[in-house]
């Protein structure tokens, strides 16, 4: 961990770039499976503005890179009318999963690049090792941390799709204190999460290396 002015801005910038292509991600699913309301709300667009969390975005991704923990956060919830969509529950379910998906994309990517150009096991301290790095973390981070099945991380519209319907009501109870239970879990179990988030990101590069034969 580099606490270089110059470094702190790489990661924001791979941060702000990261959750911007995971809410356009959740946009364009919405849209291809026929609710216009992310599009209405103007929230197909690159504009980091319409998708920014100052908190969540921002503050909290910083702040764990600089205590050394796994980075993870989020951005503005993308609207999305589960009605106009195809198939409904499973449409949404496809909705949620499309943006952890695309972090999980963005990370494979950059650990194919890294990992081919020797790049990832360079013993030099040079800033395109650390962009490739940090953007494989902390999009697996983001991926993690989306795959909480809590209300209304993505997590939750997967599982609501699959699950009983005396956990559907559960959910949707919960849904108006969900960001209120997303932040004590931050706080409160700060230490317990970022142990399961290593724990998650190395079996996804362990699975990453399985892909690649290594």
Do not use: Q
Request: no cysteine.
């Amino acid at each position: 961990m580099n606490t270089n002015p110059l470094y702190i801005i790489v990661v924001l910038i791979i941060i702000i770039i990261s959750v911007i292509l995971h809410e356009l991600s959740h946009g364009l699913v919405a849209y291809w499976l026929g609710d216009h309301t992310a599009k209405d709300a103007g929230r197909l667009t690159l504009n980091p503005i319409k998708h920014i969390d100052p908190f969540m975005s921002i503050l909290v991704p910083v702040i764990l890179y600089i205590l050394k923990a796994p980075v993870f956060g989020g951005a503005k919830p993308v609207p999305v009318n589960h009605r106009n969509l195809k198939w409904h529950e499973w449409g949404m379910a496809l909705v949620a999963i499309a943006g952890p998906l695309t972090n999980f994309l963005i990370a494979f990517v950059a650990f194919l690049i890294a990992h081919f150009s020797g790049m990832l096991y360079s013993s030099s301290d040079d800033i395109l090792k650390f962009i490739f790095a940090e953007t494989i973390f902390i999009n697996l981070g983001f991926m993690l941390f989306n795959l909480i099945p809590i209300p209304p991380l993505d997590g939750s519209r997967v599982l609501y799709a699959i699950a009983p319907d005396f956990v559907r009501n559960f959910m949707e109870n919960m849904e108006r204190y969900g960001f209120i239970v997303v932040y004590a879990l931050i706080f409160l179990f700060g230490d317990i999460l970022s142990g399961l988030m290593v724990d998650g990101m190395n079996g996804v590069l362990h699975f990453f290396y399985l892909i690649i034969g290594g």
